[in-house]
């Protein structure tokens, strides 16, 4: 399975950003897609998840700021990001989960003060 990330750039702190990751084969049997960030000299860490029930989970720090979504006929799902702040800044990975995990390649977002 291969994994194109796309949409970060930088931003101004309270702007938006919508994030995109098309898979190359359907998503529709998978375990999970999500996404994660690795921000400078941090461990990288999960940011949001929707399981293949339906249900989603968030960071603490991204609730009610960031949304994951899916377009399933398209095989691409999505990380739409609000009242984005300077501590958001990191390297965002997309993620599949199917009877291991893949990654995409990673695409920077900058959100400056």
């Known amino acids: 399975v291969q994994l194109q990330a796309s949409g970060g750039g930088l931003v101004q702190a309270g702007g938006s950003l919508r994030l995109s990751c098309a898979a190359s084969?359907?998503?529709?049997?998978?375990?999970?897609i999500g996404w994660y960030r690795q921000a400078l000299g941090k461990n990288r860490e999960l940011v949001a998840a929707?399981?293949?029930?339906?249900?989603?989970k968030y960071v603490d720090s991204v609730k009610g700021r960031f949304f994951i979504s899916t377009d399933a006929a398209k095989k691409t799902w999505y990380l739409q990001m609000n009242s984005l702040k300077p501590e958001d800044t990191a390297v965002y990975y997309c993620?599949?989960?199917?009877?291991?995990?893949?990654w995409g390649q990673g695409t920077q977002v900058t959100v400056s003060s």
């Open positions: 929707q399981n293949r029930d339906g249900s989603e």
């Open positions: 993620n599949l989960n199917y009877v291991r995990d893949y």
């Open positions: 084969r359907s998503t529709s049997s998978i375990d999970s």
